[in-house]
């Protein structure tokens, strides 16, 4: 295979991986009882462990209107709780709660295990490179989702194309 071959079979790969994640969160969804965005927020607070609603916002891309809708279903359904800062007390935090832990860990658990075997199989270098192929990776879509937002509300910009 030509570099231009693997470069597009990297990308083909990388457009089977988003469907499939996509299919997997959808489910995921479904049996949580949580839509894609608060999925999104959830895993983002998660990820960080204690964040603020601004934290929050700049993460995911909302407003800070969202961010307080979203937090207000999570902190409802039992997901997130909101816990002032102990050198602050002004401040107020979002953390994920234990039983949303043992509720995301009974579907996700099973695929990070998956994951670690894999990564086992790997030397150091190809992991050091992996993660910068992801970290730059996730830079590049930053950027693009930077430019696409901007699209909103243009006319003729970003439609579907076809029929």
Not at 139 to 160: C, T, V, W
Request: aromatic letters at 6%; a negative charge.
């Amino acid at each position: 295979m030509s570099k231009a071959e693997l470069a597009e079979a990297i990308g083909n790969e990388f457009r089977i991986n988003q469907n499939r994640s996509d299919a997997f969160d959808e489910i995921a969804g479904e049996i949580l009882g949580l839509n894609q965005t608060d999925q999104r927020c959830l895993d983002i607070i998660s990820r960080l462990g204690q964040t603020t609603a601004g934290e929050l916002s700049r993460e995911s891309g909302l407003t800070t209107g969202g961010v307080t809708a979203v937090v207000d279903r999570l902190e409802r359904d039992g997901y997130v709780r909101r816990v002032r800062d102990e050198r602050d007390r002004r401040k107020v935090l979002l953390e994920a709660t234990p039983e949303s832990f043992d509720k995301v860990w009974a579907i996700w658990g099973p695929l990070k295990d998956a994951w670690d075997a894999q990564a086992r199989s790997f030397t150091r270098d190809q992991l050091e490179f992996l993660l910068r192929f992801m970290r730059e990776g996730n830079e590049i879509a930053a950027k693009h989702i930077e430019r696409i937002q901007a699209l909103r509300g243009q006319p003729g910009k970003g439609e579907a194309r076809g029929g």
